[in-house]
C-alpha cells in the first residue's frame, strides 16, 4: 500500500466489461457497432500484450506498412469482444459475420475499413468512455455515438 493517492484513470469494472460504440461518420453513415474494452496505453500488461501479438502475427515495427497492423492488431485482440456490422442492404441473404479476433484484425486492416480503426482506436484508448455513469446502474450495455 503506497501513501499516496492517485484516482483510478477508468472504473474498472466498466473497462473490463466494455462499451458499446456506433460508429457514424460526419456525413451519417453508420460502419457498425462494435464492443470495446479500456486499452491502457501506459500499462506494462497492454505493452507485454501488443509484444506478444505483435511477435506472433509478425509484425515488424520497422516497416511503414505495420503501423496499420499494429493498431489492427491492437483493437481485434485486446480491445473488442463483439461487433455488429452492417450488411449489404441489395442483398437480402446477407448475415453479418460472427465476431472473432482473427475476423476483426482482417477487417481492421481493409483500406475501407481504416475510417472505422481511426474511431475505434479514440473509443478504445479514451478514458472518458470508460466511466462508471447512470446507464450502468440499470442497462446491461450502453450504445454510445461519436
Not at 474498472?12 to 457497432?33: L, N, P, Q
Not at 481485434?76 to 453479418?96: G, Q
Amino acid at each position: 500500500m503506497s501513501k499516496f493517492y492517485v484516482p483510478a484513470r477508468v472504473n474498472k469494472a466498466v473497462a473490463d466489461k466494455g462499451r458499446w460504440f456506433t460508429v457514424e461518420d460526419e456525413a451519417g453513415i453508420v460502419y457498425g457497432e462494435f464492443k470495446l474494452k479500456f486499452i491502457d496505453q501506459l500499462s506494462q500488461k497492454t505493452a507485454r500484450d501488443k509484444k506478444r501479438i505483435y511477435a506472433e502475427k509478425r509484425i515488424n515495427n520497422d516497416k511503414e506498412n505495420d503501423n496499420t497492423k499494429r493498431a489492427a492488431a491492437s483493437l481485434a485482440y485486446i480491445s473488442m469482444i463483439d461487433w455488429k456490422l452492417p450488411t449489404d442492404p441489395n442483398d437480402k441473404k446477407a448475415v453479418s459475420p460472427a465476431f472473432t479476433p482473427d475476423d476483426a484484425y482482417e477487417y481492421l486492416q481493409m483500406e475501407e475499413a481504416h475510417i472505422v480503426m481511426i474511431y475505434l482506436a479514440d473509443y478504445a484508448s479514451n478514458n472518458v468512455y470508460y466511466q462508471e455513469d447512470e446507464d450502468d446502474a440499470g442497462e446491461e450495455e450502453t450504445v454510445r455515438k461519436n
